[in-house]
């Protein structure tokens, strides 16, 4: 079982990209899905959250208006659409299912995590 992200890249500020993690192995709906980013020299920082029945959703403060997460269960994807970029967004993004705790912080209540995927805004 694994899980994959896919969709980075260099983007201008003001641009779009939107991030797929795919889970390989397993049914997605059994799982919540977390997307983190992690900066150069900075902790890794949780970002958004959906929950496996798509109804709850979070985000930080740093992406809210911009970011939009969401979940193809029959795909076994789950998406992050990120508007407006910005440099400060920066950052390798990842992915992590949990199928019991829903949005922590804790990379150990995460049963997968994907290799993450390198966005960068810059002009």
Same mark, same amino acid.
């Given at each position: @079982?694994?899980?994959? =992200?896919?969709?980075? +890249?260099?983007?201008?500020?003001?641009?779009?990209?939107?991030? %797929?993690?795919?889970?390989? +192995?397993?049914?997605? =709906?059994? &799982?919540?899905?977390?997307?983190?980013?992690?900066?150069p020299?900075? $902790?890794?920082?949780?970002?958004?959250?959906?929950? &496996?029945?798509? !109804? *709850?959703?979070?985000? %930080? $403060?740093?992406?809210? +208006?911009?970011?939009?997460?969401?979940?193809?269960?029959?795909? *076994? #994807?789950?998406?992050?659409?990120?508007? $407006?970029l910005?440099? =400060? !967004? #920066? %950052?390798?993004?990842?992915?992590?299912?949990?199928?019991?705790? &829903?949005?922590? =912080?804790?990379?150990?209540? &995460? *049963?997968?995590?994907?290799? +993450? #995927?390198? @966005?960068t @805004?810059?002009?």
């Amino acid at each position: @079982v694994w899980l994959t =992200e896919s969709g980075g +890249g260099l983007v201008q500020p003001g641009g779009s990209l939107r991030l %797929a993690c795919t889970l390989s +192995g397993q049914k997605l =709906e059994y &799982y919540h899905i977390s997307w983190f980013r992690q900066a150069p020299g900075n $902790d890794r920082q949780k970002i958004s959250c959906i929950n &496996y029945g798509g !109804d *709850n959703t979070y985000y %930080a $403060d740093s992406v809210q +208006g911009r970011f939009t997460i969401s979940r193809d269960n029959a795909k *076994n #994807t789950a998406f992050l659409q990120m508007d $407006d970029l910005k440099p =400060e !967004d #920066t %950052a390798i993004y990842y992915c992590a299912a949990s199928m019991m705790y &829903y949005c922590k =912080e804790y990379e150990r209540r &995460y *049963n997968y995590w994907g290799q +993450g #995927t390198q @966005v960068t @805004v810059s002009s």
